[in-house]
T-cell receptor, first 115, second 111 residues
Framework: NAGVMQNPRHLVRRRGQEARLRCSPM?????VYWYRQLPEEGLKFMVY????????ESGMPKERFSAEFPKEGPSILRIQQVVRGDSAAYFC?????????????FGPGTRLTVL | SQQGEEDPQALSIQEGENATMNCSYKTSINNLQWYRQNSGRGLVHLILIRSNEREKHSGRLRVTLDTSKKSSSLLITASRAADTASYFCATDAKGAQKLVFGQGTRLTINP
């Protein structure tokens, strides 16, 4: 059973470009979370999605950021018109939804560098 | 200040010694989890302790939870150079699905 997959692992963008980060949850998991980690800091929650629905986006910046988890395919975190402050590691985690404990399994992360 | 604050922020010890890291949080929780992160890498899940548990062991790891003080500790016994990493606690607050992470403790094991 493959773990959570994220791609790309590293992404370099120039200011003003778009960044698209992909996350494939563990097989059988229908819940996906996105977290951001700035250098030397802990992870900060961004958004929680179930298939085709955004459940909690309280951690998402109001502009330029969006997330989706379509019926088919990976979850996508999209950052439009990137700025240098968007440089960070973005982690995705998945959860089965059926367990009594919210144990989230993390992917290896995508490290975004904005030049 | 945020939920899940660790202390110390940095800890440097000699190989073979024990390392203790602490985590405090603010709201009622369902569970508390500890993760390890090697430099520039992803998170590795170490151990989960439920709110009705007081202590849990896994190999050289020992985790305690005191819900009255809203605090947890992670003890690594007989440390090894390979234990050098950042350690984070994460809480799963009641009524919420997201994990709230602390700032982490950077542990360095000197050979």
């Amino acid at each position: 059973n493959a773990g959570v997959m994220q791609n790309p692992r590293h992404l370099v963008r120039r200011r003003g470009q778009e960044a698209r980060l992909r996350c494939s949850p563990m097989k059988g998991h229908s819940h996906v979370y996105w977290y951001r980690q700035l250098p030397e800091e802990g992870l900060k929650f961004m958004v929680y999605l179930q298939k085709e629905n955004i459940i909690d986006e309280s951690g998402m910046p109001k502009e330029r950021f969006s997330a989706e988890f379509p019926k088919e395919g990976p979850s996508i975190l999209r950052i439009q018109q990137v700025v240098r402050g968007d440089s960070a590691a973005y982690f995705c985690a998945s959860y089965s939804g059926g367990a009594s404990v919210n144990e989230q399994f993390f992917g290896p992360g995508t490290r975004l560098t904005v030049l | 200040s945020q939920q899940g604050e660790e202390d110390p922020q940095a800890l440097s010890i000699q190989e073979g010694e024990n390392a203790t890291m602490n985590c405090s949080y603010k709201t009622s929780i369902n569970n508390l989890q500890w993760y390890r992160q090697n430099s520039g890498r992803g998170l590795v899940h170490l151990i989960l302790i439920r709110s009705n548990e007081r202590e849990k062991h896994s190999g050289r790891l020992r985790v305690t939870l005191d819900t009255s003080k809203k605090s947890s500790s992670l003890l690594i016994t007989a440390s090894r150079a390979a234990d050098t990493a950042s350690y984070f606690c994460a809480t799963d607050a009641k009524g919420a699905q997201k994990l709230v992470f602390g700032q982490g403790t950077r542990l360095t094991i000197n050979p």
